[in-house]
């Protein structure tokens, strides 16, 4: 067998923990993940985890947040004049929104904060901060 490179196409079962043990993904009641190394469509470290593995290799990978979804940036929070919230929404901490930019796009963000006067918007990945654990099981490489 040779071990996997970047420009394969491998499909992966994995099983995503933060710090506490709390599962945040997993492919484990689905179909593998599918995906061809090096194209970055996954955090580095994932990719870099895959990479030199074999087909039916199981791996138990740590990737720091440097090398997954970033630091927290203090930036990325920002808080909004109440006034400026849709009426029919009503402000939630844990609530998911959407923002939209000048150009279309959307940014998506959830509330951190309620005052009367304010809402607290956090643009940063929920997964920004967290050291990310894998347990990876390759399953194929597509030919």
Do not use: C
Not at 2 to 30: L, P
Not at 63 to 73: Q, V
Request: glycine share 10%.
């Amino acid at each position: 067998m040779a071990t996997i490179k970047k420009g394969d196409t491998v499909k992966v079962h994995y099983t995503g923990t933060i710090a506490d043990g709390t599962v945040f993904d997993t492919s484990k009641e689905r179909e593998p993940l599918e995906f061809t190394l090096g194209e970055g469509k996954l955090i580095p470290g994932f990719e870099k985890a895959v990479e030199g593995m074999d087909v039916g290799d199981s791996s138990k990978v740590t990737i720091p947040s440097d090398e997954a979804y970033g630091e927290k940036k203090d930036d990325m929070v920002i808080d909004v004049e109440r006034s400026q919230i849709p009426p029919d929404i009503q402000p939630e901490v844990g609530q998911q929104l959407q923002i939209q930019q000048k150009d279309g796009g959307a940014i998506p963000v959830v509330i951190t904060d309620v005052t009367e006067e304010t809402v607290k918007l956090d643009a940063n990945h929920p997964l920004a901060g967290e050291d990310l654990t894998f347990d990876i099981e390759v399953v194929e490489v597509v030919k």
